[in-house]
């Protein structure tokens, strides 16, 4: 018997803030809509989002950033999951963005989405299982 | 497809950590190809399939990650297979025991990996069995398998780990006496944990006091039953060294009834799943599934898919 598996998310907070409201949301809304959501919590390094990407072998990454630190962290995370190979990842982040900032990280660095706070989950969810089938669709 | 499977069996053994992600993925799949993954990877010989189990909040993350960095103090590489629920209602699930395993985060030795349970024991131990030897041909001879919080369905673990390792808090009291004989018939080893706590000497005690009662034969495996803090940093040698003496026992009996019983399930399922694929590539099945209205024909509908599947194959 072959399963269709559900599409698997990694959701992370880089950095160093702790405000991991937003993450806990969105890790229990990706949850709720059949997705299995691996939870890191705060304090990661992009190193370890990249070994966990790799170790758990996600569709997607979900990066929250509230420091301000995300046109350092953000960058950094979509370049280290190429070099390691996982460059069909959908890399998502959500936090307080500034549109200039968040215009350079989608065009120059790689991340696909970024969604600020009020964001509807259902735009999110939507984005996420598009994206995915058309990513597992081309391999 | 064979060669795909054995291309991916060969960078597994290599230690491609990347390619063993993948294999993981499609052992969880299954089907053919996770079949043909099985068999390109043979017999892995060596390594230990530690089971550990408890009550939610027992202290099973905690205590799988201070007895990784034991085994990995002592040079030894460790895979770590964590296991969560899915929702009943959704399909989804929340993986969190990453948060927990903090410490293990950057170190090569160390290979973790959450599964959701997908509802269904008896897959999960089919699907953790075949995770577990892919991890040890990774080079990870000592897996960990943290399973959900126990239940009556945790003995399940029995069905696949070699050593297991059953987590009690202390202060649980009277009331899960009856917990503790269900899961007290497959535990290898009792570790109690939250040591430090005022309450841990009685509840060490009553448990000692417990298997004394269920094992009196001397030939048998004598089940330790410790005291461990996480958080103080006690015991923990003492663990890892008991986990690793039952791994030494087992080699010299290795013809346990559990091994016998573990062999025969594992048989048990591949038929099952092998008939059932089969099966379903029959029109009688499309055909029983609109068809089939109320329970009550369940067994008519099953026993006319074999008949004329057996048909077919003349």
Redesign the interface.
């Known amino acids: 018997m072959t399963n269709e598996l559900p599409i698997r998310v990694l959701v992370a907070k880089p950095g160093l803030d702790g405000h991991d409201r937003g993450a806990k949301v969105i890790a229990r809304a990706l949850r709720d809509a059949g997705m299995d959501v691996i939870y890191t919590g705060i304090g990661q390094t992009p190193h370890m989002i990249v070994e966990a990407a790799l170790q758990e072998d996600v569709d997607v990454v979900g990066l929250s950033i509230l420091s301000g630190a995300h046109m350092t962290l953000l960058p950094k995370v979509a370049s280290s999951l190429k070099d390691a190979g996982l460059g069909h990842c959908v890399i998502v982040a959500g936090g307080i963005i500034p549109a200039e900032d968040s215009h350079i990280l989608k065009t120059e660095h790689g991340i696909d989405a970024i969604y600020g706070p009020g964001t509807n989950t259902d735009e999110i969810v939507a984005f996420i299982r598009q994206t995915v089938a058309h990513r597992r669709g081309s391999v | 497809m064979t060669h795909e499977s054995e291309q991916l069996a060969q960078l597994i053994r290599a230690g491609d ?2 390619a063993l ?2 294999a ?2 499609h052992i ?5 190809f996770a079949r043909a993954l099985r068999r390109a990877l043979g017999v892995v010989p060596g390594g230990v399939l530690i089971g550990i189990t408890g009550a939610p909040g027992a202290g099973k993350s905690s205590l799988v990650t201070a007895i990784a960095q034991t085994l990995r103090a002592r040079n030894i590489m460790v895979g770590i297979i964590a296991v969560d629920p899915s ?1 009943p209602l ?7 025991d ?2 927990r395993m ?1 410490d293990l ?2 170190d090569a030795g160390v ?4 599964m ?1 349970n ?1 509802g269904q024991y008896g897959g999960l131990a089919a699907t953790t069995a075949d995770a577990a030897l892919l991890m040890r041909a990774a080079g990870f001879p000592v897996v960990l398998l943290e399973t959900v919080g126990a239940g009556q369905s945790d003995v399940a673990v029995a069905e696949v780990a070699d050593t297991v390792l059953l987590v009690e808090a202390p202060g649980m009291g009277d009331e899960v006496q009856s917990i503790k004989a269900g899961l007290l018939e497959v535990a290898d080893m009792i570790v109690v944990s939250k040591s430090d706590r005022a309450d841990a000497p009685a509840t060490l005690q009553q448990l000692r006091a417990l298997v004394r009662m269920h094992h009196e034969d001397e030939s048998q495996w004598q089940i330790p039953v410790l005291p461990v803090s996480v958080r103080n940093n006690q015991g923990i040698d003492a663990c890892v060294d008991a986990m690793l003496a039952h791994g030494s026992w087992l080699a010299a009996h290795p013809q346990t009834a559990r091994r016998k019983y573990q062999q025969q399930l594992a048989l048990q399922r591949a038929v099952g ?1 092998l008939v ?2 089969r099966m ?1 590539t029959q029109p009688v099945w499309q055909h029983a599934v609109t068809a089939l209205q109320s329970h009550a024909s369940l067994d008519e509908w099953a026993e006319r898919i074999v008949q004329e599947f057996v048909q077919s194959q003349r």
Do not use: D
């Not at chain 2, 959704?90 to 969190?96: A, C, F, N, V």
């Not at chain 2, 290979?111 to 959450?114: A, E, Y």
């Open positions: 950590r990347r992600a993948h993981l993925t969880e799949r299954g089907g053919a929702s959704t399909g989804g699930s929340l993986l969190g990453r948060i903090y985060a950057g290979f973790i990996r959450s959701a997908r799943r059932v694929e379903q």
